[in-house]
């Protein structure tokens, strides 16, 4: 069935620095990659999000990366600042249209 | 739009109490999905409806629940009857589907925590 694997379940980084979370994935089917922030006590909310034609995608300080013959796909912050303390999911769409998560990482921000 | 509206946003019940969690998802969007969130087993997808119809229904844990969506703006998740493991957030979500840009991107609601005793 569909799976998404994510590492690492948790994260503890400088303020400054940068933090990279990774996603492998078993369907070659799968043609959306989002990746979503859950603050504590909140919904999630989507960041950014990656289609299969696109290997690289940015967003200010976040950046999203796709390799589909791997099958993984990874988030890159930069300049880490305490507010982005929070757990992040990767996801994917599966054919069936069901938005499947990965397990999640906790970042730890140190200021 | 006032987002995805859940109710309760906490309930607090005893073992073998019937619970109906309530979901109206933002208008216009054609698809609605029931996760699950606990710290063991993260975000489970429970089940998701197209079009007020149920797609996939195989997160579903066992016949103790069961979901409904009688129409386009509301859904409901039913545990009846509850045990202590259901204990957890059950988030509701919807999306517009389709292919253009933003169409898969899942708005949740603010969920509701469960608590069976």
């Known amino acids: 069935g569909e799976n998404v694997e994510q590492h690492p379940s948790t994260l503890s980084v400088q303020e400054g620095d940068s933090a990279v979370i990774k996603c492998t994935y078993s369907?070659?089917?799968?043609?959306?990659f989002p990746w979503y922030k859950q603050e504590l006590g909140k919904r999630p909310q989507l960041i950014i999000d990656?289609?299969?034609?696109?290997g690289e995608k940015k967003d200010q300080r976040i950046a999203v990366t796709l390799n589909k013959t791997a099958k993984h796909f990874s988030l890159h912050i930069t300049e880490t600042q305490p507010e982005d303390s929070a757990v992040y999911f990767c996801?994917?769409?599966?054919?069936?249209?069901?938005?499947?998560f990965g397990a999640g990482t906790r970042l730890f921000v140190k200021a | 739009d006032a987002g995805v509206i859940q109710s309760p946003r906490h309930e607090v019940t005893e073992m073998g109490q019937e619970v109906t969690l309530r979901c109206k998802p933002i208008?216009?969007?054609?698809?609605l999905f029931w996760y699950r969130q606990t710290m063991m087993r993260g975000l489970e997808l429970l089940i998701y409806?197209?079009?007020?119809?149920?797609?996939?229904d195989s997160g579903m844990p066992e016949d103790r629940f069961s979901a409904k969506m009688p129409n386009a703006s509301f859904s409901t998740l039913k545990i009846q009857p509850s045990e202590p493991r259901d204990s957890a957030v059950y988030f509701c979500?919807?999306?517009?589907?389709?292919?253009?840009?933003?169409?898969?991107?899942?708005?949740f609601g603010a969920g509701s925590r469960l608590t069976v005793l």
């Open positions: 979500a919807s999306t517009a589907g389709g292919l253009i840009s933003g169409a898969n991107v899942l708005t």
């Open positions: 369907d070659s089917a799968s043609n959306y």
């Open positions: 990656i289609r299969s034609n696109v």
């Open positions: 996801a994917l769409l599966t054919g069936g249209f069901k938005t499947i």
């Open positions: 208008s216009g969007h054609d698809y």
């Open positions: 409806f197209n079009n007020n119809v149920p797609i996939d």
